[in-house]
């Protein structure tokens, strides 16, 4: 186990409501990462929190905001959802500011009707 | 065309194989390659990284990196049945606040 843990597991929500993801880091990693994983593909990029300040960000609307804590737990919040927001949302926590050496939990799998 | 390919799969092989997984690229200025294994209703674990080209090796893993190709490999010797999981590759420009960009895995199964 990596001790990245999220919640919840699953969760179903209808088209335009808003949605709150959470997600508790390792002990003294300072850097998460949200990532969502379509099914059949690798995971994509939305974020990363370090300090508690957004340092870096792919290609995702607005609609798609985070916020990070000082007892490393994190959370994505997606307004207004889409059908194609259904996915699985990874969250990952690494030791510095790098990407390089990151872990994961176990996900959200986030069904929007 | 994406910026990483990686074939989906399923790739099916009998235990005690050795596994081959590959991915290419198209932007030169990638400079860290990872992998990762997936298992079914986990999040991701990192198996090994390398920065630039060569090789790094790791108990039964071996990573490769060819740049001059835009070509890694990930080898698997003695395969075992607990290897079977999808396997996702994923590079960035540089060790800081860079965003990486994943294939999107190739599925492998070890049958006994």
């Known amino acids: 186990e990596t001790g990245v843990t999220q919640s919840p597991t699953h969760l179903i929500k209808t088209r335009g409501q808003q949605v709150t993801l959470r997600c508790s880091s390792q002990?003294?990693?300072?850097?998460v990462s949200w990532y969502q994983q379509a099914l059949g593909q690798g995971p994509q990029f939305i974020f990363q929190?370090?300090?508690?300040?957004?340092?870096g960000r792919g290609n995702f609307p607005p609609r798609f905001s985070g916020l990070q804590f000082p007892n490393y737990s994190s959370e994505l919040n997606v307004n207004a959802l889409e059908l194609d927001d259904s996915a699985l949302y990874l969250c990952?926590?690494?030791?510095?500011?790098?990407?390089?050496?990151?872990?994961f939990g176990p996900g959200t799998r986030l069904t929007v009707t | 065309q994406k910026e990483v390919e990686q074939d989906p799969g399923p790739l099916s092989v009998p235990e005690g194989a050795i596994v081959s997984l590959n991915c290419t690229y198209s932007?030169?200025?990638?400079?860290?390659f990872m992998w990762y294994r997936q298992y079914s209703r986990k999040g991701p674990e990192l198996l090994m990284y390398?920065?630039?080209?060569g090789n790094k090796e790791d108990g039964r893993f071996t990573a490769q990196v060819d740049k001059s190709s835009k070509y890694i490999s990930l080898f698997i010797r003695d395969s075992q049945p607990s290897d079977s999981a999808t396997y996702l590759c994923?590079?960035?420009?540089?060790?800081?606040?860079?965003?990486?960009?994943f294939g999107r895995g190739t599925s492998l199964i070890v049958h006994p």
């Open positions: 990952a926590s690494s030791p510095g500011d790098g990407l390089e050496e990151q872990y």
């Open positions: 002990s003294g990693h300072n850097t």
């Open positions: 929190y370090y300090r508690e300040e957004e340092n």
């Open positions: 932007n030169s200025a990638f400079q860290y």
């Open positions: 390398t920065y630039s080209s």
């Open positions: 994923a590079m960035s420009y540089t060790g800081g606040s860079y965003i990486p960009t």
